[in-house]
Structure formats: structure tokens, C-alpha cells
């Protein structure tokens, strides 16, 4: 199985501020993910992170908003920018081995 | 557009009795069925993956199964500690994003002692 890790595990942070939310898988995966999950809701993708392309959003979700990186082959970040009290969720990073797909930990966020 | 509905929303159990929780989808082509355990505050820990009608995968006390239009989760003699939400997930064939999954609203299991 693979172990991925998440930073910070929570935050609280203001209204209209940034949150840069770090992922690290322990080994090689091509694709990371990012999932949301809001309040008493289930998991929604956010955006498919390729190393060394850009990231692929689902519907609903811009680039602006969640500007995402991924440096290398087992490290990513997803920013939330210009947050809103609407940005609490819980942020989860992902990714697949085979036909198996692992969830990090989360990251709780509350903006005020 | 993918659906994933489960039910029941909630379920209490007693220690030792046996139950299933269900997990109804609508996919235009099923590439796989995912079940997953997330305890509070946790992310969620992967179960099982079903690939085709007809197919079981077992894991201590839990047994997962798979028809055309649904999953279950059975549960034999379920322990406090198998208390958790269970979710169920689908990714379609020849999506786009290898990693889609669409959820479930998930299941919130308690088992009293």
C-alpha cells in the first residue's frame, strides 16, 4: 500500500487569505489528485495533477481559484486562494497504484 | 452523468448482528467499484475494488459484492470497531481522468457493544 502525507493537517485562516496545502506520496506515482469534501458531503475531484504538464480541472473548478503544482514525481501542493467562508472543507490528496486508489489524511480548513 | 446513491444514510447495529449496506450506481460503463472506511477526522482507507457483475472480495468481516446496477457491503458480526462511514465510489470507463471517482453520500455505521 502506499503512505501519503499531508501539510498542515489543519489551518484556520481569514477571509480573502491563501492556503497552500502540501501532499507527499513515498513513492513514484505519475498522477496526483485532489479531492474536496465539504460539510456533511462526500468527496468531489478538484483536479488532476500530470508531473510536468499542467493540471487538469473538473467542472466547477479554475485554475485562479486552486492553482496547483507538482514539481516532481511524488510531491504536490493545491493553493486555495482568495478564500471565502464557502472554502471550508476538508482538502484530500490521492493517487494510484494499479488499480487501488490511496487518500491522504486530509487537510480540515476553516476560513473565518 | 455518473450517480452514486447509498442507503441507508445511517445504521445501528448491535455487536454480532449481521447486516449489509448498499451502494446503487449509474455509470456509463463501469471500470471499477470502490468501497472505502473513513473514520472522523481521517481520510479514507481503501477496501475494496469490483470490477464485473457477480464478483466478491472478502476482508475479515466484511464482504463486498457487485450486480450490474449495485454494491454491497456485508458485514458479519460486526465489532465497536468497524463503527465508521463507509463509501462507495465509481470510476467510468474511458474517462478522461484516470483518478475519478464519483462518491457516495457514504453510509454512518455504529456498532454498540
Known amino acids: 500500500s502506499a503512505v501519503i502525507s499531508q501539510k498542515p493537517s489543519r489551518d484556520i485562516c481569514q477571509r480573502g487569505t491563501s492556503l497552500t496545502i502540501q501532499c507527499q506520496v513515498d513513492?513514484?506515482?505519475?498522477?496526483m489528485f485532489w479531492y474536496r469534501q465539504q460539510p456533511g458531503q462526500s468527496l468531489t475531484l478538484i483536479a488532476t495533477a500530470n508531473q510536468g504538464s499542467e493540471a487538469t480541472y473538473e467542472s466547477g473548478f479554475v485554475i485562479d481559484k486552486f492553482p496547483i503544482s507538482r514539481p516532481n514525481l511524488t510531491f504536490s501542493t493545491l493553493t486555495v486562494s482568495n478564500m471565502s467562508p464557502e472554502d471550508s472543507s476538508i482538502y484530500l490528496c490521492?493517487?494510484?497504484?494499479?488499480?487501488?486508489?490511496?487518500f491522504g489524511p486530509g487537510t480540515r480548513l476553516t476560513v473565518l | 452523468e455518473d450517480q452514486v446513491t447509498q442507503s441507508p444514510e445511517a445504521l445501528r447495529l448491535q455487536e454480532g448482528e449481521s447486516s449489509s449496506l448498499n451502494c446503487s450506481y449509474t455509470?456509463?460503463?463501469?471500470?471499477?467499484l470502490f468501497w472505502y472506511r473513513q473514520d472522523p477526522g481521517k481520510g479514507p482507507e481503501f477496501l475494496f475494488t469490483l470490477y464485473s457483475a457477480g464478483e466478491e472480495k472478502e476482508k475479515e468481516r466484511l464482504k463486498a459484492t457487485l450486480t450490474k446496477k449495485e454494491s454491497f457491503l456485508h458485514i458479519t458480526a460486526p465489532k465497536p470497531e468497524d463503527s465508521a462511514t463507509y463509501l462507495c465510489?465509481?470510476?467510468?470507463?474511458?474517462?478522461?481522468?484516470?483518478?475519478?471517482?464519483?462518491f457516495g453520500q457514504g453510509t454512518i455505521l455504529t456498532v454498540h457493544p
Open positions: 490521492s493517487s494510484r497504484w494499479g488499480d487501488t486508489q490511496y
Open positions: 455509470v456509463s460503463g463501469l471500470r471499477g
Open positions: 513513492s513514484q506515482v505519475t498522477m
Open positions: 465510489a465509481v470510476q467510468a470507463a474511458g474517462g478522461t481522468s484516470y483518478g475519478k471517482l464519483t
